[in-house]
């Protein structure tokens, strides 16, 4: 039985894991997806789904620099970004049915995950479906789950 560690934290370390350094736009949870903020080579902010034209930027990793009492991290810390790896992540609040091992990686407009592909609907809140990712493990909404994702991959924005 695997244990979770925590969202944001790598679930299974290799040579070919993969993150970068950004700066904080705005408050991102440990494990949450983050698109490419002003300054597209040095920000990152929360995905909050407000945009078609966001672009995915990869998962924020659980670090030292962000407020370790609030598992997040706040504008100007230093956010350790994801984008080869395996992870801890938290299926969304949103998730209709959660995840199962297998399925294909979606972001919802609250930033945590969810199954892919996503249902299309008019709200003007976005969503963004990953290709190259899986979800190693599955759970309900809430749960922390594994998740391997493979960037630079396609990522296509969905108006949920």
Not at 26 to 31: D, H, V
Not at 47 to 76: C, E, M, P, R
Request: proline share 3%; hydrophobic share 40%.
């Amino acid at each position: 039985m695997l244990t979770p560690t925590g969202s944001g934290r790598i679930a299974e370390g290799n040579c070919g894991t993969s993150a970068g350094s950004m700066a904080a736009e705005n408050t991102i949870a440990f494990g949450q997806a983050v698109k490419y903020g002003t300054d597209k080579e040095k920000q990152v902010k929360a995905w909050d789904g407000a945009a078609s034209a966001d672009k995915f930027a990869g998962i924020a990793l659980h670090g030292v620099t962000g407020d370790l009492d609030n598992d997040q991290y706040v504008q100007g810390n230093a956010v350790p970004v994801l984008k080869k790896g395996t992870v801890w992540v938290k299926v969304s609040a949103n998730s209709a049915a959660g995840v199962i091992a297998g399925q294909t990686a979606a972001v919802r407009d609250d930033g945590f995950f969810d199954a892919g592909p996503l249902v299309v609907g008019t709200s003007g809140k976005y969503g963004v479906e990953i290709d190259g990712s899986e979800f190693l493990t599955g759970g309900e909404p809430g749960d922390l789950v594994k998740l391997s994702i493979n960037l630079p991959s396609k990522t296509s924005n969905v108006q949920l």
